[in-house]
């Protein structure tokens, strides 16, 4: 017999203990980018976005730039973005920046 749940309730644990985690962080008052894995943006003055613990980049265009941050996509809109900068843990994106979103 096949599962024909597809992974979902597997997917649903994960998310569940990841969530577990961040709160476990934040009643020890602990960075939960450190003990959860999770994605740490920073934006400085519109012109630029550093993301630690990142997954990877999904979509990359001078106007929108996708992120995978754990258990959300990371979405830069601007214009002009650029990637200056980008490692195993962290990426760096120069231009005007218009907004951050998290889709999760």
């Known amino acids: 017999m096949h599962d024909k749940r597809g992974g979902g309730g ?10 577990a985690l961040v709160r476990a962080a934040e009643l020890f008052d602990l960075p939960a980018d450190v003990i959860a894995g999770v994605a740490r943006v920073e ?7 550093v993301i630690e613990n990142h997954g990877g980049i999904l979509e990359y265009s001078g106007g929108l730039v996708r992120v995978a941050g754990g258990t ?10 650029v990637l ?14 218009f907004g951050v979103e998290f889709r999760y």
């Open 10 to 19: 597997r997917n649903r644990l994960k998310r569940a203990g990841e969530e």
């Open 43 to 49: 934006v400085t003055g519109g012109r630029e976005v």
């Open 72 to 81: 959300a996509v990371i979405e830069v809109s601007g214009d002009s973005l």
């Open 84 to 97: 200056e900068a980008m490692s195993a843990s962290e990426l760096r994106l120069r231009g005007r920046v």
